[in-house]
């Protein structure tokens, strides 16, 4: 067979062992690269708690906290009656004590007197001078007065016993129920500290609306869909029962935008009233429904800063104004 010459042969292959772990190594780098470009791309943005999620986890924390209290209130409200029991028993135990103290004094001193004079003497005199027909009778006065010596004074050690033994007891009530009102109070502080954290972390929301002053606050979704729903309404005119979408009574206003948000309201302020949440003028949020008169005859959409959304009256229509202008009944927060 003939040679093949040199310079017609194929390129040299490069067979070595190191040269296809680079390779391979190379090709790995490259694949991780992109299936961690792709990783990044792929992973969602971490989302910020919305305020209903906020809401919810302050209720679980105040759905823990209610119960604490209130076990806080009654053991303050029974340490308070039992520290007065404790207070009176000292009371009257003072003057049993003193009581004691007179007739062991008594008896001290007759003890003493027989001590130093003896008692011979004291039988002597009286069997000199009695007269023979009244010696018995003396002589039975003495027992008797001894005998009603010893039985006060029994009488007095056993009621100032009884009144110790219930001062004992309720120095133990009294340091039990301390130390659970101490340990419910650290509860309740930490369960506080809790619900305040979460109260911090809502998020402040701007509303702008075409009719309504600009909300700059907490303002949950449903929240922020009925004041734009309520806002868009206004100029439309007040028809006594009506609920929209052209013309509107108070209630009608109300159920209207939070059914936009998909919360239902019953078209009367009485019920409204209780279909909410009850909320303190202090905590009272753009979006909640605010009750006027003490029949609750009347009810807007809070904007804060003392302002709200109404259907005001006949003749006037829907407009934006102050929550002073009417005797204020309360606060509700739907949903």
């Known amino acids: 067979m003939a040679a093949v010459p040199p310079h017609r042969r194929g390129p040299k292959r490069n067979t070595r062992p190191g040269g296809l772990r680079r390779a391979a190594r190379a090709l790995l780098v490259l694949a ?15 989302a910020e708690p919305t305020v209903d999620e906020i809401e919810a986890q302050i209720d679980k924390e105040w759905r823990k906290l209610e119960p604490t209290i209130e076990q806080y209130n009654k053991v303050r409200s029974e340490l308070r009656v039992n520290r007065k029991k404790a207070a009176d028993l000292e009371k009257k135990i003072e003057p049993l004590a ?9 008896v ?17 005199a009286l069997l000199l001078n009695a007269n023979p027909d009244t010696l018995g009778e003396q002589m039975a006065l003495l027992d008797r007065l001894a005998a009603q010596e010893r039985r006060q004074i ?3 050690v056993r009621v100032r016993q009884k009144y110790d033994d219930r001062k004992r007891s309720l120095d133990a009530l009294i340091a039990s129920q301390t130390k659970q009102q101490t340990e419910l109070a650290a509860k309740r502080k ?10 911090a972390s809502l998020p402040k929301t701007t509303v702008k609306t075409t009719n309504c002053p600009t909300i700059n606050g907490v303002v949950s979704e449903a929240a922020r869909i009925a004041i734009r729903t309520a806002c868009a309404q206004i100029g439309k005119p007040y028809v ?43 905590d009272a949020r753009p979006g909640d429904l605010v009750f006027f008169f003490s029949d609750l005859h009347h009810v807007g959409l809070y904007l804060g800063n003392n302002q709200m959304v109404h259907a005001a009256r006949a003749g006037k229509p829907v407009n934006v104004s102050s929550i002073t202008t009417m ?9």
């Open 98 to 106: 003193l009581e004691a103290e007179l007739a062991m004094n008594r």
């Open 32 to 46: 991780a690269a992109v299936a961690v470009g792709a990783g990044v791309l792929a992973a969602p943005a971490h």
């Open 154 to 156: 029994d009488e007095v």
């Open 108 to 124: 001290g001193s007759l003890a003493s007197r027989y001590y130093v004079n003896g008692p011979s003497q004291e039988i002597s």
């Open 190 to 199: 930490q369960i506080e500290a809790d619900v305040k954290r979460l109260e």
């Open 240 to 282: 006594f029962g009506t609920t929209g979408p052209n013309t509107f009574d108070c209630s009608g206003l109300t159920q209207y935008a939070y059914k936009a948000a998909g919360i239902y309201l019953t078209h009367f302020t009485g019920a409204q009233w209780n279909e909410g949440k009850a909320i303190s003028r202090a």
């Open 327 to 335: 005797p204020l009944a309360g606060f509700r927060r739907p949903g």
